[in-house]
């Protein structure tokens, strides 16, 4: 019996149940939202009680709305794009006003906008902060670091799952190919399992290297789940610049990790070593954290090996971590690390930024224009993936180009109208949009508080729109669209009589 069925035949008995998935989407993550909440002050109870109780609060009544919407709802077995990525917008929105609610409530942050950013930098998997890491007890720690989990797990949800299946055909979302044994979401249901265990597993992975390493227990457990979804919160002021030199070393690793397909990593776990290594766009990801690595290596003096990969990896899986203080490296180091941050990791992956796929597909659409300047008659197209893209895909994959670079140019603006540097405010807008975070301005460990309060809030659209690849935003825009030909039209009708 399908779900429409089954709720024909509750109504039955007198039980009215609708279809939404944006109310849905949002009782997912207010569900994640609960799990965490309620772990953190479990862990954190007998170093502040207060911290725990308000969690614990918290815990409890985003609980219960979960409980009574997936009562009184069903989810909608095709929902259309729009409905999908609406969804996706309530849901991050709902986990900000959650997460401010308990920084408010529980007195880590005194103000309204200071603690919208802060939410925001959590869920949108943002290295930036505007509290003393070291000056956070245990169960805010904790959540802090949760909430940026929670935002790598509905990024991927959406990146792996949702889009995918909504918006088929568009060369933009990845998709897995091949059999139904081998494709990581051959249904829904059995993809946001595949992607929850997956994600799961990495972040144990790494709790238990840190925690061999001799990270301690409580910073081992912060800093998995900040890793694999490539959030770069740290409970130390110098982020990983203190930590062991093993500590380092996996960090670059599971950053690496948490900056790669999804899909290509069930190719791996699956044993399809063939297409994993094969697979264009990891190519390209690998390549450009290693030319970055050389380049920061000739231009940096005194820098090891060891610290330029780490750095490398930071700035192209969007992680935000640092070893070093790299703010002050020499103009074209900073050049070369901003166009890995801005790159960004891969599609389906949990970091964020321009995608590595999109990047590519660029260079090849500008080759492509240059060579019909030089010869309007010759015959040029533009392939990937074993198949010739169409216009309209390449006039879709354009128009987000326009929408992402005018969001980092516009936030840039914002934040010179505030007395910024304007490369520095460009290199802050392009950071946020891409979740990465530090930047000149906010120096490589992510002090927020350089920003100041008008900063803060107007980066906060562009974390948004980073941590959902700007279709938020452009389905935004399309409404807006849509709402004045309507409004025209209906003036039209009314004025008509009057003729």
Known sequence: MSQREASKALSGFGVARRDSYSRLAVADGLSAFTVVAVLAAAAGVTDDLGDSLVLFAAGAITGSITIVTRRSFVRRERPPAARVIAGLAST????????????LASGTITTVDEALFESAAGFS??????????????SMSLFRAGTQFVGGLVGLLAGVVALPRTMKGNVQIPKGRGSRADRLVPD????????????????????????????????SLIHALTTVSTGGFSDRADSLASAPGGAKVLATVFMLIGGMSFFALFWLLRGNHRRFVRSPELRI????????????????????????????????????????????????????LLVAVATGAMGASAGSGLRVIRAWLLCLFAA?????????KAVTLVRHGGRTLGDEELDS?????????????????????????????????????????PSPTMGAFGDADQLGRLGQLVMIPGMLAGRLTILPLLLAVAGLQQGYRALFLGIRRLARPHR
């Open 188 to 219: 829904p249901a059995i993809g946001r399992q595949r992607v929850v265990r997956l994600y799961l597993a990495l972040a144990t992975a790494c709790g238990f290297g840190y925690l061999v390493t001799g990270l301690g227990a409580r910073s």
């Open 125 to 138: 998997t943002v290295a930036a902060t505007t509290v003393d890491p070291e000056s956070l007890g245990t």
């Open 285 to 336: 990801y690998l390549g450009i954290i290693g030319v970055v690595t050389l380049a920061l290596l000739r231009e940096v003096d005194g820098l090891s090996v060891g610290d330029a990969l780490f750095t490398a990896a930071s700035a192209s899986s969007t992680t935000g971590l640092a070893v070093i203080d790299w703010t002050g490296f020499p103009a074209g180091a900073m050049a070369l």
């Open 92 to 103: 991050w929105a709902a986990l900000v006003v959650a997460g401010s609610v308990v920084y």
């Open 368 to 376: 492509r224009e240059i060579r019909r300047q030089l010869d309007p």
């Open 397 to 437: 994959l354009t128009g987000y180009q326009i929408a992402h670079f005018g969001l980092c140019g516009i936030g840039a603006f914002m934040l010179a109208l505030t007395g910024d540097e304007l490369v520095d405010s460009l290199w802050t807008a392009i950071s946020v949009v891409s979740t990465f975070g």
